[in-house]
Each structure stands twice: as structure tokens, then as C-alpha cells.
């Protein structure tokens, strides 16, 4: 299978440090590997509303928005998510968007979590402090996330930035931007897990 891309941009602006992080990681796939990029705020995702405690846990269909987002993730052999660190975690955006992965292993037709095992789920954030500990929370979120749904985790390419454009600044990212989606990454794994 030819290896599809998915950019998940998780900023509520255009042209964050986080994106264009992103897209200079982007810059060194090979031509023949796709890209989709698609902006959770441009694609706004509805509230998540957890059904499993009512009745059967079936959940209707996606359509409009969901089933977009759905539908590109599916297709993807890459997601990358491009998140800021907000609150030493994803965005709010961002975390709407995986709540809504748990009403996709719900849905009725759909087998998600089958058709993401195996899948490597990738993370671009950039923060504003010089300490990288700072963004082990959302690091944490994406390995667990990748492990429930037996994926690969390729890490996180974490930037330094906070002023527009400042991440273009910052030597080590721009040079691990240049390798980072070049590895081959393990199957994700629990912390807890021998």
C-alpha cells in the first residue's frame, strides 16, 4: 500500500508554529507518499456525546463533518497529529477529534479500530518552554491512544515557540524535522506492559 498521509491541524489559527513545524517535517516525504492536510477549525467537529451507557452503544452513522474526518483518517496510513501544547496537552480541537474515535469503534459498518491497527500515528507540537517535560503529557496521550488502537507511535517533533513563526528559529527542531517521518516506528505499547 502506498503510504498515505493524514495532517491533523489542531490549532485554532492558520500558520501556527505547529503547522509549519509540520510542514517542513512534511517537506522530506518522498513525492509518491500522499498528503491531506485537513484543519480541525476549518472542519469543526460537533461535541462528543458518550453513549456507551445508553442502551445498545450503537451509534448512528457519521455524516457531514464526522464522516469526513472519519473517511480521511481511515484512508491514512500516516495521522500525524499537529496540536499545540495547550495546558501540557492537545488542543481542544484535537481532543474533540479523538473523542470522537470512540464513537467511531461504535459505529455500526465501521471496524476502526481493525482499520487502524498497524497504522503509525505520528505528533507535531510546538510549546513555549525551553523545558521538553513540559509537553509529556500530550506525548503520553498519543502513545496511549496508538497502544488501545494497536498502532505504530512515531513520537513527537516538538518545536520551540511562541511569538509567529518563532519554531523556524529553533536549529534542533528544523533538523529533526528533516528525519522524522524517515523511521520506522514500533508498535505503540503501554508504559505498564512488560
Known amino acids: 500500500m502506498t503510504r498515505q498521509f493524514l495532517f491533523v491541524l489542531g490549532s485554532s489559527r492558520t500558520g501556527g508554529n505547529t503547522e509549519l513545524l509540520a510542514r517542513k ?23 462528543f456525546v458518550d453513549l456507551r451507557r445508553d442502551g445498545d452503544h450503537v451509534r448512528p452513522p457519521a455524516t457531514g463533518t464526522p464522516a469526513t474526518l472519519l473517511d ?7 495521522i500525524v497529529i499537529a496540536s499545540p501544547l495547550y495546558w501540557y496537552s492537545v488542543s481542544g480541537l484535537t481532543k474533540r477529534y479523538l473523542d ?9 459498518g465501521v471496524d476502526f479500530r481493525a482499520g487502524l491497527a498497524g497504522r503509525t500515528l505520528w505528533g507535531v507540537t510546538a510549546l513555549a518552554h525551553e523545558e521538553p517535560e513540559v509537553a509529556d503529557p500530550l506525548i503520553g496521550t498519543l502513545n496511549h491512544t496508538a497502544a488501545y488502537m494497536k498502532m505504530r507511535f512515531g513520537g513527537v517533533l516538538l518545536g520551540n515557540g511562541s511569538g509567529r513563526g518563532d519554531v523556524l528559529n529553533d536549529a534542533g527542531a528544523l533538523t529533526r524535522a528533516k528525519t522524522f517521518f524517515a523511521q520506522e516506528p514500533p508498535l505503540a505499547r503501554f508504559p505498564y506492559e512488560a
Open 25 to 47: 517535517a512534511a517537506e522530506q516525504l518522498p513525492a509518491d507518499v500522499g498528503q491531506r492536510w485537513l484543519s480541525l477549525a476549518e472542519h469543526p467537529l460537533p461535541d
Open 100 to 108: 470522537h474515535w470512540s464513537g467511531w469503534l461504535r459505529t455500526p
Open 72 to 78: 480521511a483518517t481511515l484512508a491514512a496510513t500516516d
